[in-house]
């Protein structure tokens, strides 16, 4: 059916006395867009929400124990309504179908992903944001909010390097210079920095335009090399899979090099896979090292990788989304060590910075590196404004600045400091309770706030603790762990969340479900940790081998 | 300095006596993220912010009358202090440097940018998401937020394509099936959907592992093309140049075809390129059609775009982001007549759904195209699961889906049709009032809700009349509409935005300033129109040529 057919079909199913409906309608969407805040929709809306808020961060468990089928059954429709819904409705709904059934990602008893509770200011500081709906694309619609921005950046940027004072005066607020990106999470920081890399290692000279202008195989053509790679741990986040694919490098030319048993990247191995892709002739867009693994927390020996970078004049990457602030830590930050060396440093703002969803940085050393990403539109982006968009991978993006300043000047580097502290202190806590208990096996000391883990069925104890394990009884106690980490996620009381490892057992790498503890939430107290350890232990303990 | 020398000094920086400090600091901090709302520190910002809002939300100006230079001044610190700042001191110097120097991106008279007023619900909802936290990456961070994700997106499919009622069934919540994919923005859907196009058209096939794997130029050579492109108007939004950047094509290779007098591509020229590209052995991603051109808001014809794609078996795209809510009214909804044809589509929420920025889409006809870009992780994003990261450009997000969900429901189609209609009724009284006025000349019929224009300083007035102008007086009017606009935008009482368009002339193309006015604020009246052009017609009266 074409559109102008449906047009005529359409018309004939709204109400016959169109004409008045029209304006009725018009009337009540109006009255929606009235910029007061007291209008009584907004008081009632505001009333249903605080009471859905309230019981929602008071909620102690998990999740809710519901199937996921249950749930789909209630998001089946796909026609949009012809008449608004009425707000009490569909807030109702809302808080039945969507509140009810989401994710206490804040409870103290959830410990499995890299998400957990938020301070208080930010959320009266979403509703500023919203208010005010900036779009950071442009500072036309943008003003302060701009330069707010490039100041928390410079912040964020000033941790990571230290530059002198006269650095920063001098690029702080200089439209030619680029400290940092605000970006929509690391994924994006992180394509970005390897898109920033890659033009500016292939870009123009002589006669050659750049690689942005005449493409990837003139300008492999140009320099003379087979193929394009970006090398780091075979640990690296999946974002480098989508940044090698995108460029058109190939998913194959992203090297994964081995990790040791602390899961840090091997560094013979590293610099051996440099070795061998110069001998190729293949172009090393990037060295990447990890500060947190999303895996396990571990963090790559930084100073190491960048002196291989260094010595090969190749870019050094730092994927630090996760473990990044464990820079404003002064008992810990030495794990970091060379991250100052980085010529690009991601750090996610909604991970351990305990800001919303939705907020990823990307830094650079060199405030000139952006530019070889630069692009310009006649509409808007003019050379030499301070468009924050002119050097983005997005367009249009919001007002997320307002969190990161407001988390910077609010938590401060002590509050930061502490935030960082507790969580490794208890994740060490942590790992002492499960070494000591028989039930479960501590898979790697943590370098940080993430622990991976099993538990041990009772039959395997000593087989276990003699190193006496088969292939055959991994693969058992691999099912029953997986087995648990469902269970206990759908009974919804806590919350572990799961990953695989390969572990050299026999001198053979196995592969190892493992229980992966990430352990932020401010609000998690020992007592909590026993209560989730404890949790697996009695669901555990209902689970008869073999697994049906 | 390293990090190591640096975490000496800042420990010696810190209080003598850090322990007691350090245990403090921990009180405070953890005071921050105490689960209630009504904490005494949060009920007294959400005062302040609640009073902020007000004024900002009720002031008509577009912006304030301040330089920047004076707004910069307030960013220079690139210091995050060791202290928390006292909240009550940190959101005063918010509101007075942030929010004062903010663009009322609400006035009825910011008339300049794809940024309007918002309904009023977004306001709690924006706190809820706050809330709730929901990472929607995976199903253990999102639970029912998933299947609502799905179930909004598969309604805007459904306004787009309208397959019958099994299709929906059948996809609406199948995890093998991507009706759509949510994204932070207009720019990142349209690098979603030319990945998409690429990765399928270049794809595995007999014994080659397709682009993903083996990259662009082993996959050129395979298929035995010299080179990829893309091809569109000249108007393609600045995306696709990103796009063809970021994917190693080259933005040589981004296919600019000249539009006709109406803005619209020239489906002859387009026709011609695509065979000239057949004949050089170019293969081509995708056709892109504009739905809405962000420079004049134009239609290209998609019609015929959507049958030379198809006579040449190429993925047509429509870049839909600004004029896709079109579709929500019957009256103008054949203007979009084609783009139930598109393979891929962009829309944007933060644009004409009126919704908070940060919400882009992008539709699949096909609804496994999008297994061309999947990826998967071992900690997350398993195979099978409904983790929606699995196919995504981006990783971590947050729950935006809430906005567009309940946008759907509350407005309703008949509530959006109302607001596509008025804009566009508006659009056509300010062109009818600046057609009648000697002071400006119109540049474009418009199509939709976006107006080009130019102020004719009154030497200027018979000659633009007689069609006398020569090309040095074009370009002193110009540079009087540059000046004017600027002007305009400093004073800060209205706003309208400009571009610069090439306009034949005499047979030949001369470059154009344009006032570009965008009309979607539900707000907006025919006064406030006619203050902003009265506005203009005060601020040039006072401008004298030359301008220095």
Redesign the interface.
């Known amino acids: 059916?074409?559109?102008?057919e449906?047009?005529f079909l359409?018309?004939n199913s709204?109400s016959q006395n169109d004409q008045i409906?029209?304006s009725e309608?018009?009337e009540?969407?109006?009255q929606?867009?009235?910029?007061?805040?007291?209008?009584s929709?907004?008081t009632q809306?505001?009333e249903?929400?605080?009471d859905?808020?309230?019981e929602?961060?008071?909620t102690k468990n998990a999740?809710t124990n519901v199937n996921?089928d249950l749930?789909?059954k209630?998001?089946?429709?796909?026609?949009?309504?012809?008449?608004?819904?009425d707000?009490e409705t569909?807030f109702q709904s809302?808080g039945d179908?969507?509140?009810?059934?989401?994710?206490h990602?804040?409870s103290s008893q959830f410990i499995?992903?890299?998400?957990a509770?938020?301070?208080?200011?930010?959320?009266?500081?979403?509703?500023?944001?919203?208010?005010?709906?900036?779009?950071?694309v442009?500072?036309?619609?943008?003003?302060?909010?701009s330069?707010?921005e490039?100041?928390a950046l410079?912040?964020?940027?000033?941790?990571i390097y230290?530059f002198p004072d006269k650095f920063?005066?001098q690029h702080?607020?200089n439209n030619q210079s680029t400290l940092g990106i605000l970006v929509?999470?690391?994924?994006?920081a992180n394509?970005t920095a390897m898109?920033c890399a890659r033009?500016t290692s292939l870009g123009a000279k002589n006669e050659f335009?750049g690689?942005?202008?005449?493409?990837?195989?003139?300008a492999?053509n140009f320099y003379g090399y087979k193929?394009a790679v970006i090398i780091g741990s075979e640990l690296m986040?999946?974002?480098f899979?989508?940044a090698a694919?995108?460029?058109?490098?190939?998913?194959?030319?992203l090297i994964r090099v081995p990790v040791d048993s602390h899961n840090r990247v091997n560094i013979q191995a590293l610099g051996q896979a440099v070795t061998d892709c110069r001998q190729q002739n293949l172009h090393i867009i990037a060295i990447v090292g990890i500060a947190g693994t999303?895996?396990s927390g571990s963090v790559d020996p930084l100073e190491d990788i960048a002196e291989i970078a260094q010595e090969n004049n190749i870019h050094f990457h730092v994927d630090a989304a996760w473990g990044g602030p464990v820079?404003f830590s002064?008992k810990h930050?030495?794990k970091?060590?060379?991250?100052?060396k980085a010529d690009s440093v991601t750090i996610?703002g909604?991970k351990q910075l305990?800001l919303?969803?939705?907020i990823g940085m990307v830094f650079f050393r060199d405030p000139h590196l952006a530019s070889s990403?630069e692009?310009?539109?006649?509409?808007?982006?003019r050379k030499g404004s301070?468009d924050l968009g002119k050097r983005a991978?997005?367009?249009?993006?919001?007002?997320?600045a307002?969190f990161l300043?407001?988390g910077?000047?609010?938590?401060?580097?002590?509050?930061y400091?502490?935030?960082i502290d507790?969580g490794i202190r208890k994740t060490q806590y942590m790992a002492a309770r499960i070494s000591a208990m028989p039930e479960f096996q501590l898979l790697a000391e943590p370098d940080t706030n993430l622990l991976i883990y099993r538990y041990i069925p009772e039959q395997f104890i000593e087989l276990v603790a003699n190193k006496q394990l088969t292939e055959a009884d991994n693969q058992v106690i691999n099912i029953f762990n997986e087995y648990l980490q469902k269970k206990q996620?759908q009974i919804g009381r806590t919350?572990i969340?799961?990953?695989?490892k390969n572990i050299i057992n026999f001198d053979k790498e196995v592969p190892v479900v493992a229980m992966?503890a990430v352990i932020a939430?401010?609000?998690t107290t020992e007592e909590d940790i026993d209560a989730v350890l404890n949790d697996q232990i009695q669901i555990a303990s209902g689970i008869e081998i073999p697994i049906n």
């Open positions: 059916m074409t559109l102008s449906r047009s359409s018309t709204f409906l029209h309608i018009g009540y969407v109006k929606m867009f009235v910029p007061t805040l007291g209008t929709i907004e809306i505001n249903i929400v605080n859905l808020s309230e929602f961060l008071s999740n996921l749930i789909i209630n998001f089946g429709d796909s026609k949009i309504p012809l008449e608004p819904t707000f569909y809302l179908n969507v509140v009810s059934h989401s994710i990602t804040s499995g992903h890299m998400t509770a938020l301070p208080s200011f930010v959320r009266p500081l979403a509703k500023l944001m919203t208010v005010m709906n900036q779009n950071a442009k500072i036309e619609t943008a003003k302060a909010l330069f707010c490039r100041e410079a912040m964020m940027h000033r941790q230290d920063y005066t702080i607020q929509s999470g690391g994924t994006t394509i898109w033009n335009l690689i942005e202008k005449a493409g990837l195989t003139a492999l193929g986040h999946f974002s899979d989508k694919d995108l460029m058109g490098i190939s998913t194959q030319n999303t895996d820079i002064r930050q030495h970091l060590a060379g991250i100052e996610d909604h305990y919303p969803m939705g990403i692009k310009q539109a006649s509409y808007t982006m301070f991978l997005e367009g249009s993006r919001p007002g997320m307002l300043h407001a910077l000047k609010l938590i401060g580097l002590n509050g400091e502490f935030l507790e996620r919350f969340s799961r990953t695989t992966r939430n401010p609000l």
